[in-house]
């Protein structure tokens, strides 16, 4: 059975940081290529795609966070990480990991970013 663990998440001010951890289990992780996606408020049935990381490490950013999002990933540790800076109101959203392209049936609970002063 697949699950995806995120976490990390909280309330953070404009400005500052999170990172966030995603475990993965019962896949071979480092068969995939891996995607942070998020959810914001009013588009509940929509899943963006802010950043992704291949099997060889290649990673490729949405617009909107490139410059201040950073992907990563630790295959010994079946373990993807989000390091976010330079937060702004409008990454407020539910943040998930996922294979990219996502598989519909792996997503988890997803963890809560809100920035807010």
């Known amino acids: 059975q697949v699950q995806l663990v995120e976490s990390g998440g909280g309330l953070v001010e404009p400005g500052g940081s999170l990172r966030l951890s995603c475990d993965a289990s019962g896949i071979i992780f480092s068969f995939y290529a891996m995607g942070w996606y998020r959810q914001t408020p009013g588009k509940q049935h929509e899943f963006e795609l802010v950043?992704?990381?291949?099997?060889?490490?290649?990673?490729k950013y949405a617009d909107s966070v490139k410059g201040r999002f950073t992907i990563s990933r630790d295959n010994a540790k079946n373990t993807l990480y989000l390091q976010m800076n330079s937060l702004k109101p409008e990454d407020t959203a539910v943040y998930y990991c996922?294979?990219?392209?996502?598989?519909?049936?792996?997503w988890g609970q997803g963890t809560q970013v809100t920035v807010s002063s």
């Open positions: 996922n294979t990219a392209p996502e598989i519909p049936m792996y």
């Open positions: 950043a992704q990381i291949g099997r060889r490490d290649t990673t």
